[in-house]
């Protein structure tokens, strides 16, 4: 439960005291959690003992025997095993939840009521709990019961409608955006209840964020630009719809991104390809005329790129002071100094790989900074360690693990 008000000392991080019991798996809960973790938040993962999260067979890659899409979102975590379908196991869950200030999960709508560990109940044993469940459709509506998965997500919530060429098939973005969206979501939330119950009356709240609403609120500008005019918006590859160029042009090994975002950068663009000529062309003057008259425009500066490789144009772009650059993959984002100098690359030490390579935490803090303070956990790595916390002794332990609870 929360601890006494503190004063950072430079150790200290955003979260720390806060217990949070993570019954979510896959991705946007422990996508979510993970963020609460790198927040210094105690996380306590619950898996299935036969088997654990489903995406520690998601595989190959791996490290050593660990998926690499497991060990990607569940940094700074402990792991229980813990049997939900048994009623001994319920009974140590509750006695978790009785003692956390956030319980994540992402079950089947309805499952958690069916196993009397729905949010009404657990408030009843800790009115202090902050209950997010997280779904593909949330939790009321005629859609509410089918399965969700990204794919679906991005193409039900309009984002598959925006992106891949024109006249071309629809694309999904290359990672989960859906999942990893409502998890931003959900800890957002999250954060916002601990404020509200820390300010207020010190009681939790029910929290319910679904996939299909994170991706309905991203179409943000797309969703203005259909209300305003009626028309939806389509598939214009890189393009901007209100801004020109503002896309990618193939060069002779390759593609460069280009963004003349404001009028005083379009001469600067102009000068950069030796096309002066460009600046007052009547057809392309100011931006709303850019845009009037993309597809000429597009056809000049094809060929103008064709005639450079990426370098030479990122170059010529950039000596102008023009935004531009190559399109990374991951291994040269992760050896950009730039993603270096901001700790964007790290490594943690682990029990039976050595080290895990991953992608940092983005959040950076003057006085209560992040830290990977620990590995993706093991299977049950730490179930004895947790539940001795919660008060059950060596010989309650032995007796769950040879009823099949742990």
Known sequence: MTGEARTPDGDDQPLDGLTI??????????FCTMQLGDLGAEVIKIERPDGGDQTRGWHPPTYGEESAYYVSVNRNKRSLTLNLASEEGREVFCDLASEADVLVENFRVGKMEEWGLDYSTLSEVNPELIYCSLSGYGEWGPQKDRPAYD???????????????????????????????????????????????ELGDGNGQKIDVSLLDGQVAWMSYMASYY????????????????IAPYQAFETR?????????????WPKFCHALDREDLIDDERFSVNADRVANRSELDQILDEEFS???????????EDAGVPASRVRDMEDVFESPQVQARNMHQTVDHPTIGSVEMAGSPMHFSRTPTVIERHPPLLGEHTEEILNEFGYDDEMIAELADRDVI
């Not at 019991?21 to 422990?30: K, M, N």
């Not at 209300?227 to 209100?242: E, L, Y």
Request: glycine letters at 12%; charged letters at 15%.
């Open 307 to 317: 005639q450079y490789s990426t370098a030479e144009a990122v170059a010529r772009m």
């Open 151 to 197: 794919i679906m997500m991005q193409a039900e919530g309009g984002l598959m409608s925006i992106t891949g060429e024109e006249n071309g098939p629809p694309v999904r973005v290359g990672v989960a955006i859906a999942d990893i969206g409502a998890g931003m979501y959900a800890t957002q939330a999250i954060l916002a209840a601990l404020l509200y119950r």
């Open 253 to 265: 090994d390759g593609y460069v991104v280009v963004a003349t975002a404001s009028e005083n950068i």
């Open 21 to 30: 019991l993570d019954a979510s798996r896959v991705l946007v809960g422990p």
């Open 227 to 242: 209300f305003a005019t009626g028309d939806p918006p389509g598939r214009m590859g890189s393009k901007h719809p209100t």
